[in-house]
């Protein structure tokens, strides 16, 4: 959900309040349980032991290493899922022929979960790097080609007669034409994949990996170290988040043209 | 109920029904509008008979729909009164009903259904319910699409199932604001032919705005003729012709060419309006 | 004839695809290892459908979804009424899902471990959770968005609360309740093959996919990967004719 970017500054303060206050009255309650030694403390650890954690993490480099690993396999992925998706989105959209071609295949395998490639990913492709890569690419690729294909084919036909009377040139129509009208929604696709390939990649990395955020909760989970795993959820909604809101924001900027 | 009761003169038997009666004494109206008060109707004088038939007409704006609302209830801030038979009006009741511009017949609900929605609140027995229904749902001629969803009616059957729905509960007072505005022609004169019988039938007092002078005309025992910015009263035209009535009467062309004079009348300077109507030159 | 051409186009593509399969898979055995041979997996998929072994574990991983999607489901069009519909709620409710829904469904999952062990329980605690978010989401603002329309019409007619909310909060929120049902059926059933994979215990498509791949069997995995996508597609179109029929009073144009 994105923040609250509406209304005037001066109310802002106390709508903020309003919605930060249960999660704090969760977080309170969570700090008394914790502390009250009802439950063993590799079931519930106090919030400031999880802080702790993560500061260790943080500042011995561990959490940097398994970070950047993450981000490294997202970006990379997400890069080649996105652009591959769109031009074979906008192909499909644009190409009678390719339509014909591709369309029924892709609309098939696009029934399955990617998460369910995984197993398969691994067999092809080992445990390394490069199976993390395509999953987050896999990922990525249908909602982008799909969300292209959709906005390209729902570029109103006069558009389209308007280039042709013009005799416009396939570069400029591409660039000059297709390229605005397409903006907004294509833009909601790449978010989508980005969202979906966070979310694959979490799942590859608790699967098989000898690093990321996923590889540290999974360690965190078998050596019983409860104060990691939350470190590890913590900072995983926290990228989601970021990740999420930094695309909404993208999106926004880019369409500004619809509304104004 | 109203099938076995004998049609009645126009004349006749409304002044012997006592109940109906709408009395609005110095009514005004004001909405705030970016931060100041606009003035929408202004200083509304009407005093309506039960069992009367009330054509209101005005050009878009003048606050015609506002008037309604404010006779059911449905917005209750205003100066100046509103009276059904010596009770302030105070929200809504089931004592007057009003039939929407827009059908604002419930799509997830059958036409019957729909007409049932009118009968919720009243202490009816089950089996009277439905008679209620099918009588209504007869009145309009719908019979047999009882069972149909709204949206596989046309428009002037969605129409007719909202008047269903407003006669259902035998308000004292239905408001009717555009009714057959949504209408072709040809549908709209059979609509209201029938809505001619159904007041007659039913006794209802009616309010009803439209756009059509013709239409005010025909049904009208009086036509009420707004002007705007704020909106008041410029006149009440008496149609002194019995219904059922004649189409072809000459009394209604002349009251016709009257109003339409009276709507198409230049603005007056001080109105500080700077709309014209259409077709005539800005003197 | 253009029939024909589409139709050929069509099968042209995976035909390729297949024909590049078969070839690689002759390329002795360290290409076989990963590329099983078409006949293999042909044969692989009758044998598991013979000794009913893709019946058992598609049936648990349908079952798992299902029972999932009724619990969170459920409990997510209850919650999304009552935020929908009281203020207070809305705003102590709403934060909260919000900033749970940034982790990624699977992500709760050592955690989740940790407190529940890796049981059937555990898992359905997972997917409910992925079937709950679109449904409390969907929903709340099916309710939120009551048409003043429609709630005038309440007015004239004197509807009391019980009224408004039967008869005209709830039918117009129902639209988006289903769109957020269909959403939570496709959720839930990417998270059981999720669980399923994470925490091999029981029966279960993604259980079976991932014995199969520690045992090298790409034939396997592919015969489950179908089945996967087949049952997926086969639940979201039975659920869109259930939408079809119980939303008959939607103009067709609106579906
Ligand atoms: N809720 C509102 N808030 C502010 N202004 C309003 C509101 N409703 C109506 N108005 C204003 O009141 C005036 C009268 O509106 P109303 O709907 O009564 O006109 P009308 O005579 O029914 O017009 P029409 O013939 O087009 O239906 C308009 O100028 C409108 O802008
Ligand atoms: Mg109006």
């Known amino acids: 959900m994105p923040m609250p970017s509406r209304g005037p500054a001066p109310s802002r303060l106390p709508a903020m309040a309003i919605r930060i206050a249960p999660i704090a ?118 909602p982008s080609a799909l969300a292209t294909h959709d906005a390209v084919r729902d570029i109103p036909e006069s558009h389209r007669e308007v280039a042709r009377l ?19 929604q ?51 909604g926290l990228i989601g988040f970021l990740l999420d809101n930094s695309m909404v924001r993208v999106e926004r900027h880019l369409s500004r043209w619809r509304t104004a | ?74 917005d209750t801030d205003y100066d100046g009164e509103i009276r059904l038979d010596d009770t302030r009006v105070a929200g809504t009741g089931l004592e007057r009903g009003l039939v929407f511009q827009d059908h604002r017949l419930f799509p997830w609900m059958t036409v019957a259904k729909n007409v049932e929605v009118a009968l919720l609140n009243q202490k009816l027995p089950r089996d009277r319910r439905e008679r209620v229904i099918s009588e209504h749902l007869a009145l309009v001629g719908l019979s047999d699409f009882g069972d149909a969803y ?47 019988r159904i007041w007659m039938e039913a006794g209802t007092t009616m309010i009803m705005v439209t756009h059509d002078v013709d239409e005010a005309l025909f049904l009208g025992d009086r036509v009420v003729v707004m002007s705007p910015r704020p909106g008041r009263i410029a006149r009440i035209v008496d149609v002194d012709l019995p219904h059922p009535r004649d189409r072809a009467s000459p009394l209604l062309h002349r009251l016709k060419d009257e109003i339409l004079a009276e709507l198409t009348r230049e603005p007056r300077e001080d109105d500080g309006t700077l709309v014209t109507f259409p077709g005539r030159p800005r003197g | 004839m253009k029939r024909l051409a589409s139709f050929a186009l069509a099968l042209a593509f995976p035909a390729l695809v297949l024909g590049w399969w078969e070839w690689e898979s002759r390329q002795g055995l360290g290409h076989a290892y990963a590329f099983a041979p078409l006949e293999q997996i042909a044969r692989s998929f009758l044998e598991m459908l013979a000794d009913g072994r893709l019946a058992l574990h598609a049936g648990a991983s349908l079952q798992r979804a299902l029972t999932a999607l009724l619990i969170g489901g459920t409990i997510g069009i209850v919650a999304g009424v009552a935020t929908g519909l009281s203020r207070v709620l809305d705003r102590t409710a709403s934060p909260l899902i919000t ?29 409910s959770l992925s079937a709950f978010y679109p449904t409390v989401l969907n929903t709340q603002k099916g309710m939120q968005a009551i048409e003043q329309r ?69 034939d396997i995995v592919l015969v489950c990967v179908a089945c996967v996508g087949v049952m997926g597609f086969t639940l979201n179109q039975l659920f869109a004719l259930l939408r079809t029929r119980l939303l008959r009073w939607q103009p067709a144009t609106a579906k």
Not at chain 2, 3 to 19: E, I, Y
Not at chain 2, 168 to 189: C, I, M, Y
Not at chain 3, 119 to 125: R, S
């Open chain 2, 1 to 74: 109920m109203t099938d076995h009761r004998p049609l009645r003169g126009p004349a006749t038997d409304k002044a012997a029904r006592r109940t109906g009666a709408v009395r609005i004494s110095g009514l005004s109206k004001r909405y705030a509008m970016g931060g100041k008060a606009m003035t929408v109707l202004d200083d509304i004088n009407l005093s309506i008979r039960p069992g009367e038939f009330v054509s209101i007409v005005g050009p878009s704006g003048c606050g015609k729909s506002t008037l309604l609302r404010l006779i059911v209830g449905l």
């Open chain 3, 99 to 127: 900033v749970m829904r940034q982790v990624p469904i699977l992500g709760w999952l050592p955690l989740v471990a940790l407190w529940f062990g890796n049981g059937d329980g555990a898992k359905l605690l997972l997917v």
């Open chain 1, 186 to 236: 294509v833009l909601t696709g790449l978010r989508l994949g980005l969202t979906r390939g966070w979310l694959s990649l979490v799942a590859a990395e608790l699967l098989a990996a000898d690093s990321g955020l996923g590889q540290m909760m999974e360690m965190g989970r078998q050596l019983f170290q409860i104060d990691v795993v939350l470190a590890g959820v913590f900072v995983t």
């Open chain 3, 150 to 218: 429609y709630a005038e019409v309440g007015r004239l007619y004197g509807f009391t609360r019980s009224q408004s909310l039967r008869m005209i909060a709830w039918p117009s929120a129902l639209p988006l309740i289903f769109t957020g049902i269909s959403q939570a059926l496709a959720f839930a059933w990417i998270a059981t093959i999720g669980v399923e994979l994470l925490f091999s215990a029981s029966a279960g498509l993604g259980t079976e996919m991932m014995a199969a791949q520690v045992a090298a069997r790409t």
């Open chain 2, 150 to 196: 709204p949206h596989q009616l046309s428009g002037g059957m969605a129409q007719r199932a909202a008047i269903a729905r407003a006669l259902a509960n035998e308000p004292k007072v239905l408001a009717l604001d555009e009714p057959l505005g949504a209408l072709d022609a040809l549908t709209r004169v059979k609509v209201q032919a029938e809505l001619q």
């Open chain 1, 25 to 142: 009255g969760i977080l309170i309650l969570w700090e008394i349980a914790a502390l009250s030694g009802i439950w063993p403390r590799q079931v519930l650890v106090p919030l400031e032991q999880v802080g702790a954690t993560l500061l260790a993490l943080a500042s011995d480099g561990e959490l940097a290493r398994h970070l950047s690993a993450s981000l490294y396999r997202l970006a990379s992925g997400f890069l080649v899922g996105s652009v591959i998706g769109v031009s074979t989105g906008a192909a499909m959209a644009l190409s009678r022929n390719v339509h014909r071609l591709l369309w029924p295949t892709f609309s098939c395998v696009r029934q399955v979960p990617v998460i369910a490639f995984i197993p398969l990913l691994i067999l092809f492709f080992d445990v390394e790097d490069s199976f993390k890569i395509v999953v987050v690419a896999m990922a990525s690729f249908f």
């Open chain 1, 166 to 184: 013009y005799r416009m040139p396939t570069a400029p129509f591409l660039v000059r034409l297709i390229l605005p009208a397409t903006v907004p």
